[in-house]
């Protein structure tokens, strides 16, 4: 019986996000069984990985990390590689260490599903912006895979397929009318992704460079040594969840929220103004909104769009019936940052 292990990678400024389900074949036997899951029922996960890489071997590993071996190299990725001195920076273009960080992906999976011998479909999601670099970063990981040692394990794959796509591929198969605008809102940047007929318009997308999270962090008059955490600071003030009293304690958080308040309409206005500039944005019936920090501008969307707005609510509520455990509160805000991969990985292995 031939196992394939179906992954979606995405590449997140601050995160990375991974789907995949792993194909267990038709049965060949009267029950039907192996290792207690239905041969015909596709098994799906989902992992995270810090935005982290560190050319050195870490023997101590925190639960998202990995150690890559390849010939006489090594590499830890995740979060034991977050304080490296060689730290992957948070700005920096996301193929310089895409290979580093799928395959750092690809272990984590391989570990916690013991998928050492099978097939191997994987996909990757980069910004459009870079993609001069997706032959070579396809080409990168095909050679890897036969002789890459993930957390000290030589799996045994078979690759299927290594491809990589612009990002917003995963969402552009969902996008229902047959000419439409996705937003997508990063940690760095804001991508414009003109879709028709379930397409992406790859000559015409846009990337708002620096207009992500990051303008808001540049903005708001505090600074700490992690951006990392203190864009998870604000987005937690933003929905809502109290963000600046753990920021800045209680005696200073009033001043805190009225800087922040002000803050967030400056950023607000920079990019409504950039955003404005694409003649689309007054003219298609949907503008489709998705990313990471989404949450954190809903109310000025929703006043600026109005009915036009759309967030792929119907794919959420599939992503929690493929992963109940998303469902779980602390993984309430993260499920938006899954919408483009799990998408793509939908479209996998369907189509």
Not at 267 to 287: A, D, G
């Amino acid at each position: 019986m031939v196992y394939t292990l179906t992954v979606a990678a995405d590449m997140g400024s601050s995160l990375g996000k991974g789907c995949y389900t792993i194909d267990k074949g038709p049965p060949n036997d009267a029950e039907g069984f192996v290792g207690g899951f239905q041969r015909n029922t596709p098994r799906k996960g989902w992992v995270t990985q810090a935005n982290a890489v560190d050319e050195e071997k870490h023997r101590d590993l925190a639960p998202d990390s990995c150690t890559i071996e390849i010939r006489d190299r090594a590499w830890t990725v995740g979060e034991s590689a977050r304080y490296a001195l060689h730290e992957t920076r948070v700005r920096a273009a996301k193929s310089n260490t895409a290979s580093i960080r799928v395959l750092g992906m690809l272990g984590k999976i391989i570990e916690q599903e013991k998928f050492t011998e099978g097939s191997l479909d994987l996909r990757v999601l980069l910004p459009v912006g870079e993609r001069k670099t997706f032959q070579q970063l396809e080409d990168n990981l095909t050679k890897a895979m036969y002789e890459v040692r993930l957390n000290g394990v030589k799996p045994s794959l078979r690759i299927n397929r290594v491809r990589v796509y612009p990002e917003g591929s995963g969402v552009a198969q969902n996008v229902i009318v047959p000419d439409a605008l996705v937003l997508m809102f990063g940690h760095k940047d804001i991508s414009i992704v003109p879709v028709r007929n379930r397409v992406i318009q790859s000559s015409a997308c846009q990337t708002i460079t620096g207009m992500g999270m990051i303008a808001l962090i540049n903005e708001f008059p505090c600074y700490i040594n992690d951006e990392l955490l203190l864009a998870e600071f604000l987005h937690m003030e933003a929905v809502g969840k109290g963000g600046l009293k753990r920021l800045v304690g209680e005696d200073s958080l009033e001043k805190a929220r009225i800087n922040f308040k002000q803050a967030k309409a400056r950023t607000w206005r920079r990019i409504l103004q950039q955003l404005m500039l694409e003649p689309k944005v007054n003219t298609v019936s949907k503008i489709y909104v998705t990313g990471g920090s989404m949450r954190v501008w809903l109310p000025e969307l929703k006043a600026t769009f109005g009915g036009r707005l759309a967030f792929f609510a119907d794919s959420l509520k599939s992503m929690i019936s493929a992963y109940p455990d998303m469902q779980e509160p602390k993984n309430k805000e993260i499920k938006p940052r899954f919408t483009d991969s799990f998408l793509l990985m939908e479209g996998a292995t369907h189509g």
